[in-house]
């Protein structure tokens, strides 16, 4: 398994702060694509194979809800799979994230806690 | 102040300066108001807002000195964040403690909009842009000091 990863958030450090995190869970990275908002992230996943997005909620531009729903809509971009990184708190709002096919990632997160959602969310055991 | 608003203003910052920043922090005591701190100590001044079954916002104020090192910790860096980075680190820094603190106070079943992290010239500037303060707690953090408050305002 080698994963070309999407991450998605309208702050630079966060996006530095994530993808250093996916480094240290030891997830093995092939290529790290970076996006400021929805639509930048439209324009990766047009250019270039992505396996995961990690996706932000709160964006200028296009949100994360907006753009789930742009890359659900996409039949080539099914292949794509969605987890969403926020302090969302509200299980309300995760739960409808949820029914829309996206895993769930709480800010402030652990290496351990990036790791088991995204081998999850890909469906791989872990070694 | 509110013990029920207090306790989990304190435990959404720890766990956010812990884990966002690998900051150990202590409650400091609560023996100087945070805008009474010489404005040069100041490192910066953020908020937060949000709005739903309650409204108001989340003030973070960082002094002195800590803020390069909290960028430099949520970057990984061994030398220092540009100044950028900085505002951008202690932006998050609030928006996490926010989202973090509002399922704490309100349950979980609440639904929050949160708004993007403003900055502020001072502490009252930013108490002042959002309504009165509901509780307010004090960090010592790394020789530094951090102040966070929660505001609350009537819904509209």
């Known amino acids: 398994m080698a994963l070309n990863v999407l991450v998605v958030d309208d702050s630079a450090v966060m996006r530095s702060m994530l993808i250093r995190t996916l480094r240290l869970s030891g997830l093995p990275l092939t290529n790290v694509y970076q996006a400021g908002d929805g639509a930048e992230a439209l324009s990766r996943l047009a250019d270039h194979d992505v396996d995961l997005a990690l996706i932000d909620i709160n964006m200028p531009v296009m949100n994360g ?16 799979a969605l987890i969403v990184v926020s302090t969302e708190g509200s299980e309300t709002r995760i739960g409808a994230l949820k029914a829309r096919g996206v895993s769930f990632i709480h800010k402030p997160f652990t290496p351990e806690q990036v790791r088991a959602t995204v081998l999850r969310v890909l469906g791989v055991a872990d070694a | 102040m509110p013990e029920t608003l207090a306790a989990p203003l304190v435990e959404a910052s720890i766990q956010t300066f ?46 002195g000195g800590i803020l390069p090192a909290l960028a430099a910790n949520m970057l990984g860096l061994d030398d220092g964040a540009s100044a950028g980075e900085q505002q951008d680190a202690l932006g998050e820094a609030a928006n996490v403690i926010c989202g973090n603190v509002l399922p704490r106070i309100a349950g979980t079943a609440a639904v929050f909009t949160l708004g993007v992290p403003q900055r502020f010239e001072s502490w009252t500037a930013a108490v002042d842009a959002l309504g009165p303060v ?15 408050a929660l505001v609350m305002r009537p819904t509209p």
């Not at chain 2, 509901?134 to 000091?145: K, L, N, Q, W």
């Open chain 1, 65 to 80: 809800e907006q753009l789930i729903d742009q890359v659900r809509a996409d039949g080539r971009l099914a292949g794509v």
């Open chain 2, 18 to 63: 812990e884990q966002l920043a690998y900051f150990f922090a202590e409650s400091g005591p609560d023996d100087a108001a945070p805008d009474a701190i010489d404005p040069l100590q100041v490192d910066g001044v953020v908020s937060v807002a949000f709005c739903g079954l309650l409204c108001g916002g989340v003030v973070l104020q960082l002094a």
């Open chain 2, 134 to 148: 509901a509780a307010h707690v004090r960090f010592d953090i790394e020789g530094g000091r951090a102040d966070v």
